[in-house]
């Protein structure tokens, strides 16, 4: 934090980086259930301090109240310094005017290396301007982009155009329309694609492309149609087993934006998901847990963690040497499976759950507190203890 604010010296941040609580830069944005984005720190004191609030609408939030990372804007924030630096140091001559390169993309005679251009320059330029991503989806550019990103051009234009797609997703309203344009066919076709001899590029093209689905996915509307759709979430389960680390990572932060809405959640668990985030949570994912915490509260997610061997164990061991928000979902998924399960519940009584929930008690995390006492209250009403 102490880095970006010291950076604001000369540089002017637009008002949408500034976490509206605290009033400076984001350092790690979040969006809270009521769909603004706060500063997780800021808005993690908030909740702490027992409000049940959002900030800004004042209106009540679900009882989850889920924080999930923004990462489009947090990279919009982080290469914002950089990326206006750059822009103003390049000649007149390669400053193109965006109109310009609007055409190009559009224009049906524009080469790949023409498109990929002027895609470059359109992603650097509306990292920070939002009058040009209006202007971009009111063009017509949106088809000729989606285009790109699905047809079998060389890798470093899908990647480019999946990170122009991303940064128009940022905008309420045109993550509606993205998807009534026919983003998530295109999505999920450089979700699933093969390296096509692109290396590491491959991997971030598809490592964007569940970051895509996962901002497209914080409307609620969106949530249901991109699971119905074909492919997209066993496309990110794939990710999830077979992907690097940061395919992973944004594959498990994806799967758990998409399984908050609860037929999304009996989908995940039919393409294999409870096996994959619990190998993925043995391997160091610890974002793995806060998606079955979301699929312990459907039934058939319940019955296939009881199923794999070494479910509890591993949950435990979460709950032990986990972060904060680690433990909190540890306990929820814990809670969820001692609740339908007497002999689950016995199996965590014996491996030391109960002398963890005292401890937790007394957490800094009133959702850890709240988690660990439900889990005890559980406990006892199954006369357990």
């Known amino acids: 934090m102490a880095t970006t604010t010291t950076n604001t010296t000369n540089t002017h941040y637009p008002d949408d980086f500034k976490c509206p609580i605290s009033l400076e830069i984001m350092s790690e944005p979040v969006i809270l259930s009521s769909g603004h984005t706060f500063d997780r720190t800021s808005i993690q004191r908030w909740l702490d301090a027992g409000h049940r609030t959002c900030p800004i609408t004042k209106l009540p939030l679900s009882d989850s109240s889920s924080l999930i990372p923004n990462h489009a804007l947090r990279s919009l924030i982080s290469t914002f ?49 939002s009058e040009l991503r209006k202007r971009l989806t009111e063009s017509g550019a949106v088809a000729a982009l989606l285009g790109c990103v699905s ?10 155009s999946l990170k122009l797609v991303l940064n128009l997703s940022l905008d309420d309203d045109n ?15 450089a979700l699933q694609r093969g390296d096509d001899n692109g290396g590491s590029s491959s991997a971030d093209c598809r490592a964007t492309a569940a970051t895509v689905l996962t901002s497209l996915a914080v409307v609620e509307v969106n949530k249901a149609t991109i699971g119905a759709y074909p492919f997209a979430i066993g496309g990110l389960v794939r990710l999830l087993r077979g992907g690097g680390a940061r395919e992973r990572r944004e594959a498990a932060t994806a799967l758990y934006t998409l399984c908050s809405y609860p037929d999304n959640r009996r989908r995940a668990v039919e393409c294999g998901a409870v096996g994959v985030l619990l190998d993925s949570l043995c391997s160091g994912l610890e974002r793995a847990v806060e998606v079955l915490g979301l699929l312990a509260k459907c039934k058939r997610g319940r019955e296939e963690m009881v199923r794999f061997n070494g479910c509890v164990k591993i949950l435990i061991n979460v709950v032990r040497n986990g972060s904060s928000r680690g433990v909190q979902y540890g306990l929820l ?21 109960f002398e963890l929930c005292l401890r937790f008690l007394e957490d800094d995390s009133e959702k850890v507190r709240r988690n660990a006492s439900s889990l005890i209250k559980v406990f006892g009403g199954a006369g357990c203890i």
Do not use: Q, W, Y
Not at 151 to 160: I, M, T
Not at 177 to 189: K, N, P, Q, R
Not at 333 to 353: D, F, H, Q, R, Y
């Open 151 to 160: 047809g079998r051009n060389f890798v470093a234009l899908r990647e480019k």
């Open 333 to 353: 998924t814990l809670n969820s499976l001692c609740l339908s399960s007497e002999v689950i519940c016995m199996e965590a009584l014996k491996e030391g759950v």
């Open 81 to 129: 310094t950089a990326s206006k630096a750059t822009t103003l140091s390049k000649p007149n001559h390669i400053r193109e005017h965006p109109e310009t390169l609007i055409s190009n993309l559009t224009s049906k005679s524009s080469s790949p290396e023409v498109k990929l251009a002027s895609i470059e320059h359109l992603c650097s330029l509306s990292k920070r301007d």
């Open 175 to 189: 993550k509606v329309g993205l998807v009534a344009e026919g983003a998530i066919s295109s999505v999920v076709a």
